[in-house]
DNA sequence: TTATTTGAACAATTTAAATTTATGGAGACT
DNA sequence: AGTCTCCATAAATTTAAATTGTTCAAATAA
């Protein structure tokens, strides 16, 4: 109900004239006819009840209340400017912020070096990394507080309907040993080996866990038997433990790269035994895709994904 | 040429919008219907490329780029209302500056009154005095430097036509003597004495002095027999003199109310002598007349304005 | 001076844009 | 499920703005 005096077009008219001192030269920038420039004024004037231009003579001058408006005009045209860029770098990702979620494990490992390079190419937009749980990441991700996410436990199925779910990659739990262990000696082991082992596991909430034991489960081993020596909070932390000797685990082969080529560790292999989960990335499809978001999904994502993921097959 | 890519009522409609969280409600306080506010933001959304709305569940929740560009609309919309306060209080003179343009007697002895009366009512309007000679004063007038201004002298014709003349008030020179002065006693004099006087006399480029050697002339008198002891630039310098006895002088009765009334300054009367000059206000009719140049022509003048002036009259 | 030019105002017509009415579809609440 | 709310869409109407053609006044030039 509260009308608006004025309009951004008779304040670009205002200002044109301002600077030009002519009605008929403002006509011309502004590619529109010198009738229209009059009659814009004309509504002006007669809406904010002062008269803006002394028409006498040749040129047109600014009364004191011209003068008052066009101080605030040209405030308020540049904040419409500078509002236009920001937009724009926006949308050319010289701005905004894109939010990713992950897991544990691919936020250590995985995310740090696609966050490097997605920043190599976009500079100007800013990313931050949540690392949560994979039920609390899909939460935010159903929200909008995340944009995208990487996760590798099971959803809850309410969110797995309603968030757009792509398998992305695959990954291995690597079944590791200190490198002085007897068995490390060995070219394959048994599935019965594994009862002889001393383990050192993730908690029991983790979903990384629990994901190993569902593994182990199915595929016939009695996860009862296993002697678990003790359980810790973090990757690195079980990794520590493994190299000192206190015991073997199942760790994603993506966290032990490094220890592996440098030898203070052993991975072995289990003859009928395979640990991998899949990686999946989630996205709400019902929300607004930032053009950050976007790029992250369609560029970057795709040079870390396994072969058989759908991101592949862009 | 660089058309504005969103408009003032498109802001509007989004700040409502983002207010309320829902386009109904915003359509309802801007007293629209609903099409037209999610038109207006469609409209926006493709000019802008961007999306502004998630428009998914119950809420309209704002998007990154929402986001950003609510922060410019309230700051712009802040500055709409700003400029309306400001040209509202420029309409009922809460603001603005007047311009008055006077000669050196009545911008020393009468504006000060004037002005201090205005100000009384009108504190929020500056005042600014500029006292020139009547020439320089009438083109200040002419080309909108001064909003109006009353001068005692005459004014080049080409000026006289272009602006509009009325006479205001009658300013009497009054032939003063020191009150020590032989001649002081009489109770009328006649214009032979005036020839026994020394002058203290304003300089001779002065409007006053013009006015005065003009009207001197005009009633007989050979104003190269008058002895002039000094030329001053100043009527408080002439006051001083004359009160100390250096010689007589004409000057404006307004000027010499308080030494009147303090008796250290004697008025005398001279037969057949009247030497008067009209006061005249002028202001530019081609010109557009402030809110506070009007008032005070209507309010303020009228109250020190004579009894004949056409000002009185309204 | 008169003639010519230039800039702004005015009126009527055309063109464009925004709003409304009416309707359909998707999610949320009971 | 059924209903309700909210937003999107389409066609029609209303409203506003731009253009064309013209007049008028002031400034410039002959």
Redesign the pocket.
């Known amino acids: 109900m509260p009308e608006l005096p004025f309009?951004l077009?008779q304040l670009r008219i205002l200002k044109a004239?301002a600077a030009q001192?002519?009605?008929?030269?403002?006509?011309d920038i502004l590619?529109?006819?010198?009738?229209?420039?009059?009659?814009?004024?004309?509504?002006l004037e007669k809406q904010l009840e002062i008269t803006i231009?002394d028409?006498?003579?040749?040129?047109?001058i600014l009364t004191e209340a011209g003068r008052l408006l066009l101080e605030y005009c040209e405030r308020i045209l540049n904040q419409c400017d500078e509002a236009c860029k920001a937009i724009e770098d926006l949308n050319s990702l010289k701005g905004g912020t894109l939010v990713i979620g992950a897991s544990q494990t691919t936020g250590t490992y995985l995310m740090p070096r696609m966050i490097g390079l997605f920043r190599q190419k976009y500079p100007d937009v800013s990313v931050q990394l949540q690392v949560h749980s994979t039920r609390r990441t899909g939460w935010s991700v159903a929200n909008g507080q995340i944009d995208l996410a990487i996760i590798g436990g099971q959803l809850p199925v309410d969110l797995e309907n309603l968030l757009q779910v792509i398998p992305y990659a695959t990954d291995e739990l690597a079944l590791v040993l200190p490198s002085k262990h007897p068995l490390a000696t060995k070219k394959e082991l048994l599935k019965e080996d594994l009862y002889k082992l001393n383990f050192v596991t993730l908690d029991s909430q983790s979903t990384t866990r629990k994901v190993v034991d569902k593994l182990l489960r199915d595929s016939g081993l009695d996860i009862q038997r296993l002697k678990i020596e003790m359980e810790l909070n973090s990757l690195e932390a079980i990794k520590n433990a493994v190299q000192s000797g206190l015991g073997a685990s199942f760790l994603p082969v993506v966290s032990i790269e490094r220890e592996l080529s440098a030898g203070t560790i052993h991975k072995a292999f289990v003859a009928d035994l395979e640990v991998k989960r899949e990686l999946k990335l989630i996205t709400n499809p019902?929300r607004y895709t930032s053009r950050a978001s976007e790029v992250f999904k369609k560029y970057i994502l795709p040079q870390f994904a396994s072969l058989e993921s759908p991101l592949r097959n862009i």
Chains 1, 2 share one sequence.
């Open positions: 309009t077009d004239i001192g002519s009605f008929k030269k403002a006509a590619y529109v006819t010198q009738p229209a420039v009059s009659l814009q004024i004309q509504n231009f028409r006498g003579g040749r040129k047109a019902s």
